[in-house]
């Protein structure tokens, strides 16, 4: 039987049609190209996350490794968690190369080898996603990486040479001066106390011995080509 509620039923099904027909159009356009993009995106970063996190642990496991004062018990299940960890680590190196390549541009793909040569966090922030392609830039390649860190350690190798030939001037200086001293300490007590100028010259002579060393070391130094310090020691102003 007829009833006027049917007409209606009717344009709500050729209405609901078309606007099915438009969304299934927009889908196929971009919609679908994009949400799959997305898709891989995410599981890219998950991918990397996840083998961010156990190379994190690797590396606190091994610094706990060499840590004085772990026990051998300790350091026996610290080995078998690393053996353990390797294993997962490389099933998720294995998933993160497969998803690597498929996100828009690909990733770079890993090896072990790399893998267990990071030591700071800073490589896998250059894997991430960002609005910019990063890994075009110069300051992202390994090699532009690599000699800036060799030149910031050069300048800083320039600034330590300097600082030790400061150093090697006032251990000489404190050298001598102590042994200046103990030596006028030493005569006084002869005649004042003389078993404990004879305990004092005693400890001294173990003193002076590992001094000698001292002297020793810093005569090779600098006598080493390339050496750009002073062999002149400082004098003090109260000294003569």
């Not at 050729?14 to 995410?42: D, F, H, M, P, Y």
């Not at 600082?163 to 102590?178: F, P, Q, S, V």
Request: glycine fraction near 4%.
């Amino acid at each position: 039987m007829y009833t006027p509620a049917q007409p209606n039923v009717h344009e709500s099904l050729v209405k609901g049609n078309r606007i099915l027909r438009t969304c299934q159009k927009k889908w196929e356009n971009t919609s679908a190209t994009e949400v799959e993009e997305k898709l891989q995106a995410r599981a890219y970063r998950m991918a990397l996350d996840e083998l961010e996190r156990l190379v994190v642990q690797r590396l606190f496991e091994l610094s706990k490794l060499n840590v004085s004062g772990t026990g051998y018990k300790l350091r026996t299940q610290i080995s078998k968690a690393l053996q353990r960890r390797s294993d997962t680590i490389r099933r998720a190196l294995q998933k993160y190369n497969l998803h690597a390549g498929k996100v828009t541009p690909p990733r770079p793909q890993l090896r072990w080898k790399e893998i267990v040569e990071y030591s700071f966090l800073g490589e896998f922030d250059l894997l991430r996603h960002s609005r910019n392609d990063i890994r075009e830039e110069k300051w992202a390649q390994p090699a532009y990486r690599e000699a800036t860190v060799k030149y910031l350690q050069l300048q800083r190798a320039h600034e330590e040479i300097q600082r030790l030939n400061i150093e090697m001037r006032r251990l000489r200086t404190a050298i001598h001066d102590e042994g200046q001293h103990t030596m006028a300490v030493i005569q006084q007590l002869q005649s004042a106390n003389a078993p404990l100028a004879a305990e004092v010259e005693r400890r001294w002579a173990l003193r002076a011995a590992v001094n000698m060393l001292h002297i020793a070391r810093l005569d090779c130094i600098e006598s080493t080509t390339g050496f750009s310090g002073t062999l002149d020691r400082w004098r003090r102003r109260w000294n003569s």
